[in-house]
């Protein structure tokens, strides 16, 4: 939806706390104590109480806003943010907008909301024809690389590893409407610790379906891949042809860098996986219009939150 027709779906807090608890009771309410699934809701407390065990738990328990002291609002607009801009939002300039005192909660709001973007996405797994690469993304060094020699290429303390893979069918005779030799699927991008072959079998076999075929260049990275697929394909692929033979890998690579460079000024490696989840999950539902703030919120109520942050 348009900044106007959310500002008149959900004026105040009372309206967003209804539209919550709204889509919960659809989704179900679990009891963490005995695991009953029949609640009371209790509107003097504002809170749900099992029937069997009379354990109550509040609006936001074991979602994404478990633990949160943020108004509902404030998680409204968050969502609505993220899913209705192409590009990103940076946690300072949303801080400005709320007009909130404090950074961190805010900046851990927006990473809850990435983790379950990311949790969502990971429960499903990429099939058919998939291109495969490692991309390089810009982050801050750490404090222990600084006074040292900076290495170049694959090795750059400047850079981390990420493996990009795309549903990519190939189209007979024909290009897309983008000029491209293939039809772009669902995308995923991983954050590794080094470039070993077993790690990025490890990766690809957890979250590419097993009758999958992968197309890759020849990098000695990929060389266990067939164990974990039906079909490996690696090539040795000239620089000027990357973009005939792995079109929509390294389009998403630029677009992500993109993304990155346009809205923060420095990137923190231990948080790369959450911005990568967010761009992830709008790209595979590009297509959802208005319907991606509704599949958010549905994420941000089945995934009890987990994240654990650190300012650094």
Not at 35 to 55: A, F
Not at 94 to 105: N, T
Not at 275 to 299: H, P, Q, S
Request: aromatic share 10%; glycine share 6%.
């Amino acid at each position: 939806m348009n900044l106007l027709n959310f500002a008149s779906t959900y004026p105040d807090e009372s309206s967003c706390r209804q539209a919550f608890k709204s889509y919960r009771d659809k989704a179900g309410v679990f009891c963490p104590h005995c695991g009953c699934t029949e609640h009371y809701w209790k509107n003097d407390k504002e809170c749900y109480e099992c029937k069997q065990c009379h354990t109550r738990q509040s609006l936001g328990s074991h979602t994404v806003m478990h633990g949160s002291q943020l108004p509902f609002r404030y998680w409204f607009i968050a969502m609505h943010l993220l899913t209705s801009t192409k590009k990103s939002f940076s946690a300072l300039e949303l801080q400005r907008q709320l007009g909130h005192k404090y950074y961190e909660p805010v900046w851990a709001m927006l990473h809850k909301l990435r983790q379950a973007m990311g949790a969502r996405d990971e429960s499903y797994q990429l099939k058919g024809v998939i291109e495969l690469d490692d991309g390089f993304f810009s982050i801050d060094t750490k404090e222990e690389d600084k006074d040292q020699q900076l290495k170049r290429g694959r090795g750059s303390q400047r850079k981390s590893k990420v493996l990009v893979m795309a549903e990519s069918e190939p189209v007979d005779g024909v290009t897309t409407k983008k000029g491209k030799p293939r039809k772009v699927g669902h995308i995923k991008m991983l954050v590794m610790g080094d470039l070993k072959s077993e790690t990025v079998t490890q990766l690809v076999e957890k979250n590419v379906s097993d009758d999958a075929e992968i197309d890759s260049d020849d990098s000695t990275s990929y060389n266990k891949l067939a164990e974990v697929v039906v079909g490996h394909k690696p090539q040795v692929v000239a620089k000027e042809e990357i973009n005939k033979v792995l079109p929509w890998v390294h389009l998403a690579i630029s677009n992500a860098k993109r993304m990155l460079l346009d809205v923060y000024h420095h990137m923190n490696p231990l948080y790369l996986q959450y911005y990568l989840n967010e761009f992830c999950y709008k790209f595979n539902r590009r297509y959802f219009g208005e319907k991606i703030f509704d599949r958010l919120m549905v994420a941000c109520i089945s995934h009890q939150n987990l994240f654990r942050y650190s300012i650094r």
